[in-house]
């Protein structure tokens, strides 16, 4: 059935010659799309889009999301023949009148169909390819499923709406925010237009294709899927382009969007090259603001990123190593201190990119410097301690972050650090010596042993040159005695409670900007939460980079009791709150699975937990202070550590 309004009433808007400039199917849900010059419009979508799928063992719908070895699989329909294909295999073709009905209904999202079944030679070809076991269903004729967001209406085996539609305009938009540049194919439309200006489809409520209409019934939310390259399912380590798409079209919903659903109001035939006219304008969704595009100098390779000069290294303690650089041409690069770059690796046909805070400061512009931390399983940063010279060269992107001096909401501040999270701390501290800021400031960073205590020299001229506007202090946690050194404190043993007074007596009035591993960021935001309960804003934080996401220990065994729901997940590894949840067949929830949207939140009521790799908002903007001083944590970015009790 087709969607139809016959008392609407609609007056041609011209769309700046709009026109529809490619056509994509997808026949299998999550793998390769086809590029068509013309297509055929039914009730359900295009002809031949999105008409099988794979499910698992549970008999859920099976994504790339969780198999993403699917976006390299090509499926053709070709008369009565299914053909499928995948690097490195043999093809399968699968006659469709040998197809018989599954015995059992499977779940798509929050839908019971009942398709054909593909048969064993497969579903042992894609168990194969996904690395897990799964069937492959068909849409058979008698396959009935009730659109969602129109139960009048009937979809294929597309998420929400038959038909995607995406603007190469809003596309260029995006990607001015981004070091580098990702393609349409990683949000998988089926309609791209080209001609109107960026996001003017986020208005349109009726529009014209060539002969075809179309209700446009609401914008996209975006998912982990978009981080997802489309040709090889690795996914990008910094979750692009999903987290600017967070900073920059999150609706107030918590949800971020691309594109916008359509639903035909007839049958047809498109064209690529066909006009678009907008029939109807609507109110767009309502967006949180968003920033300006940054400004970027152009590269003479066309390639995003600066090529760096390596001009000097200095060791600052043990297995800490500062990399000073200068950019090509002596472009002058504008920062803020605390800010990262992201060093590229290139390598065979591949490009492996890590964040590395600047230890530099942007009031001494002359050099940009980073300072690296040998550690245990850090492939790149070992790779530079081992390799990397002066002399040498890499390509670099940015700087970003939003953790900076400029973030701090009070002229108090507590810089705590571990570990090579000092690097932001030390940039900050030249930026306010070298500008005299009327900055009051407590420093504090824990090491293991005094041999791994970085900039000391630095840290007692920095001292004399503010005077009392600096205390300084530190903690050692595999060295005995405490004493004072060189007008700072020196404390024995692991931060806690405790230390937190000694070292900052006054810290309900301060801001916290604190900078290391994942475990002591998390001891500190809990002290912080305990002694100032009424300013949970005040306490800002920061990864020290992703080349050793690994910290000591993060193997060891996790207990998740589940309480509303009485069940135990236990095991030994990393995995989110949400797999544990689903493997025990809890269901909460989940849209973006990337720590964007919102919709899977739930309660820790005992225990730690740290985020996940897959986390695309590592400040958790969807949850708002009170609810994270309540406990409250997104399932699809969170790993348990050690035991842990969730309201689920």
Sequence with gaps: M???????????????????????????????????RTVTVEPEGLLDDRRLMAVGADDKVLTARAAPALLTVHCEIDGDDIVLMAPDRAPLVIARRDL????????????????????????????????????????????????????????????????????????????????????????????????AAAYAEDGWARIRIGAVEFDVVGPCDRCVMVTLDPRTGQRRTDQEPLATLGRERRGEDGKVYFGQFLVPRGPGRLFAGDPLTVLARKAPVVLKPGSPPPRRAPQPDGRRGRLLHCVGTEDEAR???????????????????????????????????????????????????????????????????????????????????????AARADDRLLLLSAGSGITPMIAMLRFAADRDLPLDIVFHHGARTAA??????????????????????????????????????????????????????????????????EGFRRTARA?????????????????????????????????????????????????????????????????????????????VTAGAWRLAANCADPGRTVLSAVEKAGGLVLACSTEPVGTVEVDL
């Design 2 to 36: 087709f969607r139809t309004s016959p008392s609407d009433k609609w007056d041609d808007v011209p769309a700046n010659d709009c026109r529809l400039e490619a056509i994509r199917i997808f026949p299998l849900k999550s793998a390769t799309g086809l590029v068509r």
């Design 100 to 195: 018989l009905p599954l015995a059992r209904e499977v779940t798509l999202w929050r839908s019971r169909v009942l398709p054909l079944d593909a048969g064993e030679a497969a579903a042992a070809w894609l168990s194969d390819l996904a690395g897990q076991p799964c069937r492959l269903v068909v849409k058979g004729p008698d396959t009935r499923r009730a659109m969602v967001i129109d139960p009048g209406c009937e979809v294929s085996f597309a998420d929400t709406a038959p038909i995607l539609l995406a603007n190469a305009a809003s596309l260029a938009h995006l990607n001015l925010y981004l070091d580098e540049p990702v393609g349409m194919d990683r949000f998988r439309p089926n309609l791209v237009i080209a001609g």
């Design 319 to 405: 297995d800490m190593r500062t990399f000073r650089f200068r950019v090509e041409a002596g472009e002058a690069v504008a920062y803020e201190p605390g800010q990262f770059i992201t060093l590229l690796f290139d390598g065979a046909g591949e490009t492996e990119r890590r964040n590395y805070t600047l230890s530099s400061s942007p009031s001494r512009p002359g050099e940009l410097a980073v300072t690296v931390k040998r550690v245990a399983g850090g492939v790149r940063s070992n790779w530079l301690h081992d390799n990397f010279h002066a002399g040498a060269s890499l390509r670099a992107l940015g700087p970003n972050g939003r953790f900076h001096l």
């Design 452 to 517: 791994d205590l970085p900039f000391l020299a630095e840290l007692r001229a920095l001292r004399a040159r503010l005077g009392p506007r600096l205390r300084l202090s530190w903690n050692l946690t595999q060295a005995a005695g405490a004493h004072d050194i060189d007008g700072g404190r020196l404390f024995h043993g692991r931060f806690d409670a405790a230390m937190m007074r000694a070292v900052c007596p006054d810290l309900a009035a301060r801001t916290v900007m604190c900078c290391g591993p």
């Design 527 to 603: 002290i912080h939460t305990a002694m100032v309960p009424d300013r949970p804003a005040a306490f800002l934080e920061e990864s020290f980079g992703t080349d050793a996401p690994a910290e000591p220990g993060e193997a060891a065994p996790y207990r998740v009791t589940f309480r509303a729901s009485r069940v135990i997940a236990e095991g030994e590894g990393r995995t989110t709150l949400l797999a544990l949840a689903r493997a025990k067949g809890i269901a909460p929830e989940a849209d973006c699975e990337a720590g964007i949207c919102g919709s899977c939140r739930v309660r």
